[in-house]
């Protein structure tokens, strides 16, 4: 099985071209994969393949030749993936499967328009994040409150006082499952400065990561919220490096780096 291994913001995954539609991901071989001790490792998989042959995605291919089919590091199904999709469009031109500039991208939410800039960094049209309430979780006997935030993946975005640098993010924080019965990535965030935050996140299926794309837009509009404002520019800073969340009032952009790091086989 050929293999690619890329990151974005040190969020990384494995790509795993499939032109004609023929592999087989069970679960168990996904979290094989991604074992960064017996397989390659990685906070998720990237499965490369034609949307036209995908009945899920089918009805996207007008709009965007290749699906990206996530997968989380227990191998089960994501809707989106922020880093992902950007490494994703990363990988496409690399390999001469798109046009450098502008192209979709299929996902299970949607199409995402991804733009790769000259350097290096490539911007994702991420839609418009919907906001349904308020929810909390608990860590280590501390209750924090946020906001629930769709980002095309359910996400509970918490702004606090507690330093997040001192947080103990090894286990699961706990959560409402009847507010998120399919799981929920869980975002810590401090504001630091002027539209600028740090930010840690749980996701759900992969434990902590160095960064979550789209985690950091669910965090950029929980600090507009707290900042009474729905629109503006901010910098959300994640233990892998920085990334630029701009909002609209329409819709939501992500912007980073995106970079192939290796290629080869697995034999697994």
């Not at 191998?75 to 994703?88: P, W």
């Not at 496409?92 to 502008?102: C, T």
């Not at 985690?215 to 920085?242: I, M, N, Q």
Request: hydrophobic fraction near 40%; proline fraction near 6%.
């Amino acid at each position: 099985m050929r293999f690619v291994k890329g990151h974005g913001t040190e969020n990384d995954f494995v790509l795993l071209p499939d032109p004609e539609g023929r592999l087989d991901l069970p679960a168990p071989l996904v979290a094989r994969i991604c074992d960064r001790r017996a397989g390659i490792g990685g906070d998720g998989v990237l499965h490369v393949v034609p949307t036209k042959l995908v009945p899920e995605v089918e009805s996207q291919a007008p709009d965007a030749e290749w699906f990206m089919d996530y997968r989380n590091a227990d191998g089960s199904l994501a809707e989106m993936c922020g880093n992902g999709v950007r490494v994703f469009a990363r990988y496409l031109v690399d390999a001469g499967l798109a046009e450098p500039g502008e192209f979709g991208v299929a996902t299970r939410a949607g199409v995402r328009r991804v733009r790769l800039g000259a350097s290096g960094d490539v911007r994702v049209d991420m839609g418009r994040p919907v906001v349904s309430g308020e929810s909390r979780t608990v860590l280590n006997g501390r209750e924090y409150r946020g906001l629930r935030i769709s980002v095309g993946n359910p996400h509970l975005a918490c702004v606090i006082t507690d330093p997040v640098t001192e947080l103990d993010l090894s286990a699961q924080p706990s959560f409402d499952r009847h507010a998120f019965p399919d799981g929920v990535n869980i975002e810590l965030i401090n504001p630091i400065g002027d539209h600028s935050v740090s930010m840690r996140v749980y996701e759900r299926g992969s434990g902590e990561t160095r960064s979550c794309g789209t985690g950091a837009v669910a965090t950029a509009v929980a600090a507009a919220h707290a900042a009474g404002e729905d629109e503006g520019v901010w910098s959300v800073r994640v233990l892998g490096g920085t990334l630029t969340i701009t909002l609209d009032g329409v819709t939501s952009y992500l912007a980073g780096p995106a970079e192939l790091v290796a290629e080869g086989d697995y034999h697994g």
